[in-house]
């Protein structure tokens, strides 16, 4: 079958780094998403890997190991803001997003 | 906001009610999606549109009735619904349903089944 995981809950302080795991397992692999959201809100999109690598995007950085079907999310200088859920997501060979259960974070002052 | 809108953002409904939830996107896009979002689960894919033909239904029960009547509008009917599918109803939208394209979500409607 195919499995995201991702861990249920994190905490770090305003000012820090946090880094959240992805592992997943799937029938094929057409790229790699992470969405933020907000409690009642929509998801919304923060970055894409399709290629190993780090992709960086202002605070917020995207990893992907293809071989090791390990991504992470890096968010750096945190904010209060950024108290929200973070979910993990692969496209499979059928262009099918599979999901994991997202994480939550907590900021702290 | 993301392009996508999605009303009632809430709806408290008996088991015996009919009620629809609505879905417009105003991104110009081909697909659209509804999900299933319950707590500390992962979303569940529902029903896919792409250019306006049904392509996926996730073997949802009957209960749930999808209409796509053009390409910017996603219905979901309602009717007969069981307390268990209280939850989070989103809305997604995406270039095409062919490519790794991105999707883009609504608010989405909180849904209460008593």
């Known amino acids: 079958g195919q499995n995201i995981d991702q861990p249920t809950e994190m905490t770090a302080t305003e000012g820090a780094i946090v880094q959240i795991n992805c592992t997943y397992q799937?029938?094929?692999?057409?790229?790699l998403f992470w969405y933020q959201q907000h409690a009642g809100e929509a998801p919304t999109f923060l970055s894409y890997?399709?290629l190993d690598g780090l992709e960086e995007k202002g605070r917020f950085s995207s990893f992907l190991s293809r071989s090791k079907g390990y991504s992470y999310l890096l968010l750096k200088e945190l904010q209060m803001k950024d108290s929200a859920s973070y979910l993990c997501?692969?496209?499979?060979?059928?262009?099918?997003?599979?999901w994991g259960a997202g994480t939550k974070l907590i900021i702290k002052p | 906001e993301t392009g996508v809108t999605q009303t009632p953002r809430h709806l408290v409904m008996g088991m015996t009610n009919k009620k629809s939830l609505k879905c417009e996107q105003h991104?110009?896009?081909?697909?659209m999606y509804w999900y299933k979002q319950s707590a500390k689960k992962p979303l569940e894919l529902m029903f896919v549109y792409n250019f306006k033909e049904q392509t996926e239904n996730n073997s949802v029960p009957s209960r749930f009735s999808p209409e796509c009547p053009n390409s910017s509008h996603l219905f979901l009917h309602l009717h007969t619904l069981q307390p268990e599918d209280s939850a989070l109803y989103l809305c997604?939208?995406?270039?095409?349903?062919?490519?790794?394209?991105?999707?883009?979500f609504g608010p989405g409607t909180r849904l209460t089944v008593l």
């Open positions: 997501a692969v496209m499979d060979s059928n262009y099918q997003l599979i």
């Open positions: 890997n399709v």
């Open positions: 991104l110009g896009h081909n697909a």
């Open positions: 997604a939208s995406s270039q095409d349903r062919a490519g790794a394209d991105t999707q883009y």
């Open positions: 799937t029938s094929g692999f057409n790229g």
